[in-house]
Each structure stands twice: as C-alpha cells, then as structure tokens.
C-alpha cells in the first residue's frame, strides 16, 4: 500500500508550505557547516519588547496557567476592542472578537465557517503561500486576479468586478501585503467597497496583521466604510508588530454570527490559545507602540538599502514596497539560463534552490504565492547579513549563462 493511499484525498491535495520548506532546506543545509542566510521566513529579527515578556513572568508567577476562555480573556478582548477604536476608529463590541492560536489559525477559521464546497474565493495574486491551500481544506474554489509590478501589485475595481460571479462567497487579500508589501490607500479600499456594495451575498477576509510595518501614512482597513462593515473579517495579530511569533496570538474581529461561528470551531479544535501568552498580549496593546516604532524605522532603513542594492543587480527588476518587510522582485530574465553544471533555470523555484545552493541565500520562489516571475526577499535581517545576502545573489546569479 502506498503511502497516499491511505492518506485523506484532503491532505493529499494540500501543497507544502513553500516559506517553510525554503527554511527547512536552508537549516539542513547550515547543519553541514555551510553559512547560509536566510530571506526566506516572514519573522522580525528583534526580541519580543521587555514589558512583554516581564507580562508573561508575572502571568506564570500569578499562576496563569489553566485553561482559558475559547474566544480568549475578555481583558484581552477588550484590549483589542479599544486598540480598533484607538488606531483605527473601528467600533466593536468583545463579542466580535476570537482569539486563537495566531492570525494563521483565525484565517483558517473564517474560511472553514464561511465556505461551502464550490463556494468561490477571489484572491488577489500575490497572495500569502497558505491562502490557496485553506481554501482547498474547505473544499473551496479560488479565483484569482493578477497583479504585475508595475502597477505595484494592486488590483483595480474593474478587475474585481469581473471576478465576481454568483458563486462568489469571500474576497480575501492582505494590506500591507505579502509578499509584495503593497499598501491600499483609502481611496483605492473605497473604489473596492463600491464594488462590494452591489454584491451583497459576498464577505471581505481583511489580513492586517502588517498594519504597523507601513510606511506611506497611516494604515487603513477596508473595514471603515459602513455600508460594507458587517461583511468584512479583520484578521490581526501580535506577531509582527510585537516580534511575537511563536507566542502564537492572533484575532479577528467580525460581525457577532461570524465570530460565534468561529468561537464554535474553535471549541472543537484547539479551544483557547496559550493563556501566559494572552496576559502578554493585554500588556503590549495597553503600553502603546513605542517599541513597535523603534522597529518600524529599523525596517525603513533596511527598506532602502534592499532596494539600492536589487537596482544594482543586472536583470533583476524591482518596486520600492510600502509596507512589511519583502521584495517581490522579477526574475523571470534569468529562465532558460544555465548553471555552472548546465542544468537549467526553468521557473522560480529553480532559481530559489539554485540562490540556496550557490549563494548560500535561502528565497521563496514566487510560484507559490501565485506569480513564478518573482521571488520573495524577506528584509527582517541585519544590515550587514542583508549587504552580505545581496552581494552573493548578484554573484550568484552573474554566474548563469
């Protein structure tokens, strides 16, 4: 007997997450002894603030440590609720808010509660690598609108108007996104919620969990225009902002059908998240964003850099992205090129493996987020980790013929 063969048609048709293969190839590949670099996994190279983490000591000193309510503690609730109204001038009442186990899981959660088999998905691409894969667990249909650089990944409202068919049950998309770093301003979300308006039967999966890593004014959440407001999910979450990515915190706030739809899954997958890291969590929305900042203009810094450095690369073509913390460079230049032992550079991936193998630089090819022309280049790296990273790539890939 096969392996597959006992396995669920559901995970045989589930593809890899392509981010943590890259990282898995290039932790082996380092376990031999060789340096490589990694630009590969969506992580803030910065230690979770003190204030944090003096939160978590003193929630297991105070004995924290039991099972927690499923949709989270209502002080962390209520955190997440002034923090909306805050920052974002969005009113919610804690019963529109779940906690789970990271925005990952509350992502999964909406999509298991909202689609049917067939139901249809609009995606913009690129899309983050597991937005596709949850919607086939769901048993789902993606449709996807493409996006190029040069017009800085940004889907128009005509685009999604012609996507939009009776199927269609969810949009789903990221702003700031990944892996482009693509920010929508208001004017642009609200050309997409007139679209919305005249499609009543359809719900809108906004994934803000870069909001804070943006660098073209203030971030904006499509959830702001009322006439659309009860249809759309937040997704947000603790890790990026507060370099909290194995506490694994993350929430949506949605209309009260949809957040007790989800608080009900939940009860029968994982129940409540991690209670030492849900007291954190109240503490890092409650003491403000000054170490949000500090990393912010950070990753500003090593934006341009980045960028200085891809522009200075023959035939790599590049956009300054506005947000996150990646490039989405073309490098579609490089297919049909050989390699020093005359295999070929057919697709994305190739070149991704190759990067690893020759430059020591561990990539993502873009095939995965749904464009093969692109790779992804996470910037959460030293400067001199990031100079080093560029410097191989451009000899690496000089090396091709």
């Not at 012609?162 to 199927?167: E, G, L, N, S, V």
């Not at 194995?246 to 209670?275: F, P, V």
């Not at 403000?288 to 200075?312: H, I, P, T």
Request: proline share 4%; charged share 20%; aromatic share 8%.
């Amino acid at each position: 007997m096969s392996t597959s063969s006992y396995l669920s048609d559901r995970i045989n048709n589930l593809s890899e997450s392509a981010t943590l293969k890259m990282t898995k190839l290039g932790r082996e590949l380092a376990a031999k002894g060789v340096n490589v670099i990694s630009l590969s996994v969506g992580e803030p190279d910065f230690n979770t603030p003190e204030h944090v983490k003096d939160a978590a000591k003193k929630a297991l000193d105070e004995n924290w440590t039991r099972y927690s309510p499923v949709p989270g503690y209502p002080e962390l609730r209520q955190a997440i609720v002034n923090k909306l109204k805050t920052e974002n001038n969005l009113d919610y009442d804690i019963s529109q808010i779940v906690v789970s186990t990271g925005a990952k899981q509350s992502l999964s959660n909406v999509i298991l509660t909202l689609i049917n088999p067939g139901d249809e998905v609009i995606i913009p691409t690129p899309y983050w690598v597991s937005y596709s894969e949850m919607v086939v667990l769901a048993e789902g249909k993606s449709v996807f609108i493409s996006t190029e650089i040069d017009n800085n990944f940004k889907i128009t409202p005509a685009q999604l108007e012609a996507a939009i068919t009776p199927k269609t049950k969810l949009f789903m998309f990221s702003s700031p996104n990944n892996p482009t770093g693509t920010v929508y301003s208001k004017d642009e979300l609200a050309a997409l919620a007139k679209v919305f308006e005249k499609h009543p039967q359809v719900f809108i999966l906004s994934d803000e969990i870069y909001e804070h890593i943006n660098f073209v004014d203030k971030h904006e959440s499509i959830a702001q225009f009322d006439s659309i407001k009860d249809r759309v999910i937040i997704i947000n979450g603790f890790s990026k902002a507060f370099a909290m990515t194995g506490w694994r915190l993350g929430y949506i706030a949605a209309n009260k059908t949809i957040a007790a739809a989800n608080d009900k899954l939940q009860g029968q997958t994982t129940s409540g998240t991690c209670s030492i890291s849900q007291r954190a969590g109240i503490v890092a929305y409650e003491q403000g964003l000054e170490s949000v900042n500090k990393m912010k203009e950070a990753f500003a810094r090593r934006r341009q850099l980045v960028y200085d450095l891809l522009r200075d690369i023959p035939g790599v073509r590049t956009n300054l992205p506005e947000g996150a913390f990646y490039f989405f460079p073309e490098i579609s230049s490089f297919f049909g090129k050989k390699d020093q032992d005359g295999n070929i550079i057919k697709n994305s991936s190739d070149l991704a493996l190759y990067l690893l193998n020759v430059g020591h630089v561990a990539t993502v090819g873009g095939d995965s987020f749904g464009n093969d022309n692109y790779i992804r280049l996470s910037y959460a790296a030293s400067d001199e980790s990031l100079i080093e990273a560029l410097k191989r790539i451009k000899a690496a890939l000089g090396k091709l013929a």
